[in-house]
């Protein structure tokens, strides 16, 4: 049997989701990626890099510097996770480099400059811009119809609490909220203005679909709500589908979905995996 080279793995931004991912990197068994190393990491916080760097198998070298960590050897692809702002930094550099990109902060996409940059270095290199479903599900089913979706809404219902904190929930702080009450209703394009928390999954499910002009969101505040639930409903000629995500926080980041770290270890392990793939 002819052996498949090691993935080589770079991470940028070493907290909940990095730290996790990283430490499925090179492991077999259910959650793990086989047949990977993680080979270098950044993070603007050098303890955060250094802490991570330590508890890995493989010893990799952690940096704050972008020059020194994309020279630092041969990586196949780096995973960001870390935010934003790391992607505008970032971005470009890698894959200018060729080296492919695993993007978690989608919300950065949603900059239609940043985009086309993006895209452009990935055209130059043929490096790959890869951006796993992360904390929503059913986005295979909406690039299978993206063609002939008519319409495509996500009701987001969170506890208030979730919801304090954010431009658009200004006007119901400190009020008493005792049943579910919409407290935004309109385009992912404005939605992620005003509610940025849900910036990732408005831009990933718009990415998919029909962009963020049309794709409507809803943001309901619910004192009962189970957890981060994300209702993303689609309609079209094909006929339709609903799909329900009730989603616990991440142990250590209660503002990240525990689904989205699951998920960009999923589309890992699909690289280094070149057998049977189901629903992809
Ligand atoms: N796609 C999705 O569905 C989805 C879901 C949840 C979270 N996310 C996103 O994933 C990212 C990571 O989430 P997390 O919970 O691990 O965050 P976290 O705050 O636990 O960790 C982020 C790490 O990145 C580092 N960092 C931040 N900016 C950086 C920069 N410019 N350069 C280098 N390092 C930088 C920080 O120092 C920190 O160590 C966030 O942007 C979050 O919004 C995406």
Known sequence: ???AKTLEIGVIGCGSMGAELAGAVGRDGPGGIPGARVTALLDIDA?????LASSLASHPTSFTVESEFLACGQMDIVAECASQIAVREHGAAVLSSGISLLLMSSGALMDPELFESLNAASAATGAQIIVPSGAVGGIDALRAVQADLKSVTIVSTKRPAALSGAPGFA????REITE???VFDGPAADAVKLFPANVNVAATVSLAGIGPERTMVRVVADPEAPGNVHEIRATGGFGEFN???VNRPHPKNPKTSHLAVLAAIESLRALVNPGMRVGT
């Open 47 to 51: 303890e955060q890099g250094r802490s």
């Open 1 to 3: 049997m002819r052996q």
């Open 243 to 245: 799909f329900r995500l």
């Open 171 to 174: 006007d119901w702080e400190g």
């Open 180 to 182: 579910p009450v919409t």
